[in-house]
Nanobody, 124 residues
Framework: QVHLVESGGDSVQAGGSLRLSCAASGSTNGRSCMGWFRQAPGKEREGVARISTVGANTYYADSVKGRFTISQDNAKNTLYLQMNSLKPEDTAMYYC?????????????????WGQGTQVTVSS
């Protein structure tokens, strides 16, 4: 089992920055891949960024490349998402997720463990 708790969501103006955190506990094997996903009202959940916990290979959605950075502190068992140059279209509930295995750029449905989410609202 893996337990994930997100924090850091807030309301910001367009152009601003936020850093989301995800505290992880439980099976290390169950979180060899971790990622950030988001869901806006009326839209499907989509992948934002993913990372392999060993090797730190990263994968980004085209919509956030150059603006968002996923990182991890393995000593603290914490995953981060640094979000810069935020846009109103980044408004969504952001979820941290984890899965086992080595295919980290996998579809959202293959991620096994999910946090409760943290809300990010970007106003124009």
């Amino acid at each position: 089992q893996v337990h994930l708790v997100e924090s850091g969501g807030d309301s910001v103006q367009a152009g601003g920055s936020l850093r989301l955190s995800c505290a992880a506990s439980g099976s290390t094997n169950g979180r060899s891949c971790m990622g950030w996903f988001r869901q806006a009202p009326g839209k499907e959940r989509e992948g934002v960024a993913r990372i392999s916990t060993v090797g730190a290979n990263t994968y980004y959605a085209d919509s956030v490349k150059g603006r968002f950075t996923i990182s991890q502190d393995n000593a603290k068992n914490t995953l981060y998402l640094q979000m810069n140059s935020l846009k109103p279209e980044d408004t969504a509930m952001y979820y941290c997720a984890a899965k086992s295995g080595s295919w980290c750029d996998a579809p959202e449905y293959m991620y096994t463990y999910w946090g409760q989410g943290t809300q990010v609202t970007v106003s124009s």
